[in-house]
């Protein structure tokens, strides 16, 4: 299997690009780059990652992963990852990115996560909290 193959289904506001083939830098991968920039420009910047189905990802590939990671980010998005292979994980471990990336072992996990950040980000400090740290 030599190409990979993307579906993306949605579940409330996360949307879940399920990828199935090798991850490397063919036009295809950059074709999941692409995939993520239009996703973006409609404003679906939260984004989940389903690797159960890759069977294989280069350091090329993971450039495109890190790319695609940016794309949101500047959006105010964010990229998370699902279902990483023993190999994937090694990949990342040896590239120093385990940082840039959440990784999740089930779905439901992961899009609880995007929950928690947005009630994160819209409850401001009360602002006795914020004085006393002036």
Known sequence: MFN???????????????LKGRIRITGRTRGLHKSIRRLVEKGKTRILLNLSQV???DLS?????VASCVTASNQGGEIKLLHLTEQMREVITTANLSALFDIY????????SFKREVSRVAKPLPSYLTTMML
């Open 55 to 57: 069977t294989h990802m």
């Open 4 to 18: 990979l193959y993307i579906n993306e289904r949605r579940i409330e506001d996360v949307t879940v690009l399920d």
């Open 105 to 112: 072992n089930n779905e439901y996990d992961a899009i609880a």
């Open 61 to 65: 590939g993971l450039d495109e992963l």
